[in-house]
């Protein structure tokens, strides 16, 4: 069956520093994979989009590398900030299936000031 | 735009009572969904729908029915409250074609005693 694994631990870093969150999958050839941000009692906002065809993807301090290959695709924020203490979600998507995505569980990152 | 509008934000039902979530968007989006997410399971799909009229059921749809009669609302009903169903319920929507990002509402936290 499809799967998708996050970081199971949380993940602390120090302010500054580039935090990096891994999504691994199998059994699935996504179109395209998703990385959301939830925070506590919210629900998640897309941050960014990747497609199979694109090796990364830039929006500000964040960057998205996917790796067909490897079925991993690394997040990663730069210049890290308290403010980007959250979880954060991967989810997979292709043209078919009705659009649905299939989500990971997320990762929980704090940085520390 | 208000985006995703979910209500209530909070309600504790008893076991075996029955309501309805609300969710509305103004984005004319033809794809709306319903999520639960319980701490630590990540976010599981209820029901979806790909257009007024046409509904279908995710990966956890028993004890759940929908409806969607127009394209901005798509509520969540629960006929016989369960203890399993004490969970935080998102709607979330999104545009057709290559407009892949989902947009959530603010969730509906509810519990069942």
């Known amino acids: 069956s499809q799967k998708i694994e996050q970081n199971s631990e949380a993940l602390n870093i120090q302010e500054g520093k580039t935090a990096t969150l891994t999504c691994n999958y199998t059994?699935?050839?996504?179109?395209?994979l998703q990385w959301y941000r939830q925070d506590p009692g919210r629900g998640p906002v897309f941050l960014l989009l990747?497609?199979?065809n694109e090796k990364e993807k830039r929006k500000e301090r964040l960057k998205v590398t996917f790796d067909t290959t490897l079925k991993q695709s690394l997040f990663h924020i730069t210049a890290s900030q308290p403010a980007d203490s959250a979880t954060y979600l991967c989810?997979?998507?292709?043209?078919?299936?009705?659009?649905?995505?299939?989500w990971g569980l997320g990762t929980s990152l704090a940085v520390n000031p | 735009n208000a985006g995703v509008t979910q209500t209530p934000k909070f309600r504790i039902l008893k076991i075996g009572q029955s309501m309805t979530l609300q969710c509305t968007q103004d984005?004319?989006?033809?794809?709306m969904y319903w999520y639960r997410q319980d701490p630590g399971m990540g976010l599981k799909l209820i029901y979806y729908?790909?257009?007024?009229?046409?509904?279908d059921k995710g990966e956890v749809p028993n004890g759940y029915n929908v409806s969607r009669s127009t394209t901005e609302d798509f509520p969540l009903r629960l006929e016989l409250a369960a203890p399993s169903q004490t969970s935080v319920y998102f709607c979330?929507?999104?545009?057709?074609?290559?407009?892949?990002?989902?947009?959530f509402g603010p969730g509906t936290r509810l519990l069942v005693l």
């Open positions: 979330a929507s999104r545009g057709t074609g290559r407009r892949e990002t989902q947009y």
């Open positions: 729908s790909v257009g007024a009229g046409i509904t």
């Open positions: 989810a997979l998507g292709n043209a078919g299936n009705n659009r649905k995505l299939i």
């Open positions: 984005m004319n989006h033809n794809y």
């Open positions: 059994n699935y050839s996504p179109a395209y």
């Open positions: 990747i497609r199979e």
